[in-house]
């Protein structure tokens, strides 16, 4: 059974964050520590992350914000090999969050290569750190399919992300995706896994992935997505690993 690491990014995943209750409703799943939470270098994250893969035989990665592109810097990596899929929710843009955070950061250009392993990720209409034009670009230099949550920020404590618990049924489907077809393609989109995900088109599909912390009341309508992307997707247990 693969296992399941948590990648938080800059400044950490503190109390009240999705993550954090991740850890709690998931006892085996296992956090990413950093040394440095508030000045991220590329190598020595990349160093902890990789790591943390090496105790295992298969991993599959959530990661939030800059943890998200520390995942996609392992395009090239050999340690990639152990990564059966990675959802990968509100990836930063850099150049976004060294306007935001001058100087807390160096971890090169943004990554742009596919990836070679299946992923998924979920993104908002306002997120501060990451334009929406910008980061359908960037899922199709990754292959990944993508999830638009609508009008959710940063997808974290301050837009009313706390225990979001159906972020757990979108690694499910990640997960169950992987095991039919492990190997996505080399390059381009991944046009065999996940349908991309669109505010206002399809069916309704609330109850799976927009749920924010209870009474917390989403600033736009949830996101839908379309029925053929369950089709022949078998249903796994929710039980915590």
Known sequence: MAKTLIVPGLFGSGEG???RYWLADYPAAAMVEQQDWNHPRLARWQGALEAEILRYETVDLVAHSLGSVLVAALADRPVATRVRSALLVAPCDLD????LHPGAIDFGPMPNRPLPFRSLVVGSLND??????RLKSLCEKWGSSLVDLGHAGHINVASGYGRWTHGYNLLRVLEAI??????????????DSLAVVEAG???TQAHLFSNRTEGVTPSAPASRLSTRTFAGIPRKSSSPR
């Open 17 to 19: 964050h999705w993550q």
């Open 96 to 99: 976004e969050t060294e306007r």
């Open 128 to 133: 501060p750190y990451m334009p929406f034009a």
């Open 178 to 191: 992987a095991d039919l077809k492990p190997h996505p393609p080399a390059a381009g989109k991944n046009t």
């Open 201 to 203: 088109s399809g069916l």
